[in-house]
T-cell receptor, first 112, second 116 residues
């Protein structure tokens, strides 16, 4: 059974903390993505990666960075969390080509 | 730049009836793929159906069908015989296929509520 696993379903952090959101996929997919989901705004792309050590900015990269040291793992980093980064974060992966995205269960982050 | 528009923030449908969720898109790429995803209250994103821009026939998957009108740039999702379990957020998404590893771009979603 194919799987995208996000390390934490729920996190509560304080303003200014460094936050790591981890995502691991077991499907040998080349492409991985981080989206942010907010009510009324849908899913917005933060960063994506189409290969190990490669990264591309999405639509809303400000305040975030990413790391992809291994093919199966794609990490989202909030260097200094702020309250406006309170949101649901969704990781996804897919193989190259026209394939669908496979999503993790999401990580709901609250920054106080 | 590609863009997806879902104009219905919320919809209600009676159980066992059919419902259409609207989606329009904008792209200059002649080759693209259109996707619909369902997100129940539990939060997971479930892939429902795919339509390629060159596909001659409308895609169908069980009770889901995609009403693809290329000239109107519309890709509406039709759910037949609605069930209570269909209550969820539904997202339309598109990817341009001539530009390499482009990401999926999503609409803002439609919340469907099925009434018994």
């Amino acid at each position: 059974d194919v799987k995208v696993t996000q390390s934490s379903r729920y996190l509560v952090k304080r303003t200014g903390e460094k936050v790591f959101l981890e995502c691991v996929q077991d499907m040998d997919h080349e492409n991985m993505f981080w989206y942010r989901q907010d009510p009324g705004l849908g899913l917005r792309l933060i960063y994506f990666s189409y290969d190990v050590k490669m990264k591309e900015k999405g639509d809303i990269p400000e305040g975030y960075s990413v790391s992809r040291e291994k093919k199966e793992r794609f990490s989202l980093i909030l260097e200094s969390a702020s309250t406006n980064q309170t949101s649901m974060y969704l990781c996804a992966s897919r193989t190259s080509g026209t394939g669908e995205l496979f999503f993790g269960e999401g990580s709901r982050l609250t920054v106080l | 730049a590609q863009k997806i528009t879902q104009t219905q923030p919320g919809m209600f449908v009676q159980e066992k009836e059919a419902v259409t969720l609207d989606c329009t898109y904008d792209t200059s790429d002649p080759s693209y793929g259109l996707f619909w995803y369902k997100q129940p209250s539990s939060g997971e994103m479930i892939f429902l159906i795919y339509q390629g821009s060159y596909d001659q026939q409308n895609a169908t998957e069980g009770r889901y069908s995609l009403n693809f009108q290329k000239a109107r740039k519309s890709a509406n999702l039709v759910i037949s015989a609605s069930q209570l379990g269909d209550s969820a957020m539904y997202f339309c998404a598109m990817r341009e296929l001539n530009s390499g590893n482009t990401p999926l771009v999503f609409g803002k979603g439609t919340r469907l509520s099925v009434i018994a």
